[in-house]
């Protein structure tokens, strides 16, 4: 009963089938459990326990998560229910509508959460540090950041504050955090599921993706959110396997590649060191380990960051002060108006990238810097294709850190970029990727390991995955937060 | 390429923001720096690459021309920060 909130969805959904437990339990051991820790953690935005969750579900008894609780990034549109990207310029505002995946895991039986989790500002970094209510900690460490954008979903899960959580991935906004936070984080292909309702950063890099503590949730939770929805023109018409049934306890004869770009200075020598034991891991358990080149991966960091800054800019248009929440006072003209509001309302980062993206779009510039960035975008996504000619996987450490301080990166932004030097090329090629822990450094920080497969192949992750945490365990580690 | 302060503040304009002096003398060197990192773009040759908008082969969707549920009036004209009937008003544009 106590440590209800430690467990993970696929084995409360068991015990809720059988009657040994009751969604009320669960729901107040989480309630408590956030308030026990989350003044240290603070992975909510907005808790309030009245509101936790938002509402009852009822209906039938079948429903394949009927009673579970989950927790949602402050980027998925809950109708009625604050969304506000932890931004000042959105405070205060409610959808009108569900997001697509909140309505697939209200039909689910799903229980949304009342509070959020927090983020950087519009997703617009790599450490939850950009968010207009401030940090979230680490639960393995409270001086360090969880990573981010989705950081606060990441430490939600990690420190038992929830017991699955979505994110949302445009440039390593799940794989990072949840790579800091010793948890399982995937970004499924473009496409597999949904945006509509997920506030847009960069419309052709952003997925919505679970954040879990095994990647048994991970398949399940995203047999809930994937599927084709006629309400985001770019959501694909591909049938949703039960991807649970690819969870074996096998990768003999699997291929997976080594990209030796990945393995370059500036990696944490300590985190080599994890990421080589992995590997020799999954060779012990029969897999076919090979090098391979990606040859473009030096150029993604700045392919990304004026492909997804451009497409910001113009995403963040929007937020002039007329349709949504927050309006300076001060004002003269309309034009002084939208500038004020903007000006006022967007944190340092959502400036910093608006501007970037206006500037790489303008006049003069743009064959130089976005039309170019296009055409290399292109070089690295063959060079995934011409990989997974020969290949079932790629894998390749997640971050070439493990979580760093709070503070250390904040004031230069290009150092704080590079913190994504790893998961960016897979948002630029669409392809899907997971995060799984691999083990810990000696400080006792996670380190993730990232596995890459080619378009719609979800399956092939989750069994990798699954059979390197058969084998190992350190999901089942946990942080040592009372 | 570099960019300049005064390239800095047309831009800010361009994107509606107002930004403070001393914000614009923080992102001047910070977008400089960007910028001066992003350069290493030109290094490669991508007169025979053609450009990437989508990594899917995305076609237009069209649905029927019918009428289908929309949003509701009153719910989305609660989060505007100032309305009028049933618009959003904004400050006076022609006098």
Known sequence: MEELNRLTAHELIESLSRKEITSEEVISRLNQRIKDTDARVKAYVRFDSSNNPAEQQSGAAALPLKGLPISLKDNICTDSLNTECCSMILGGFRPPYDATVVKKLKAAGALILGAKTNMDEFAFGSSTENSCFGPTHNPWDLECVPGGSSGGSAAAVAGDEAIWALGSDTGGSIRQPAAFCGVVGLKPTYGRVSRYGLIAFASSLDQIGPITKDTRDSALLLNVIAGFDPRDSTSVNEKVPDYTQALLNDIKGIKIGIPKEYFIEGTDSEVKTIIKEALEKLKSLGADCQEVSLPHTEYAVPVYYIIATAEASSN????????????????????????????????????????????VLSHGYYDAYYLRAQKVRTLIKQDFERAFNQLDCIVTPTTPTAAFKIGEKIKDPLKMYLSDIFTISVNLAGIPAISIPCGFTKKGLPVGLQILARPFAEEMLFRVAHTYEQNTGWHKMNPRLK | MSIDKDTVKYTAHLARIELQPKELETLSGQLKDILGFIDKLKKIDVKSTSPTSHILPVNNVLRRDAPAESLPLKKTLENAPQKKESFFAVPKIIE
Not at chain 1, 324 to 336: F, G, N, Q, T, V
């Open chain 1, 316 to 359: 963040l248009a929007r937020f002039d002060g007329v349709q949504y929440a927050y309006r300076s006072s001060s004002r003269a003209s309309l034009i002084d108006m939208y500038k004020e509001t903007r000006g006022e309302g967007f944190g340092e980062e959502a400036k910093r990238r608006i501007i970037l993206g206006t500037f």
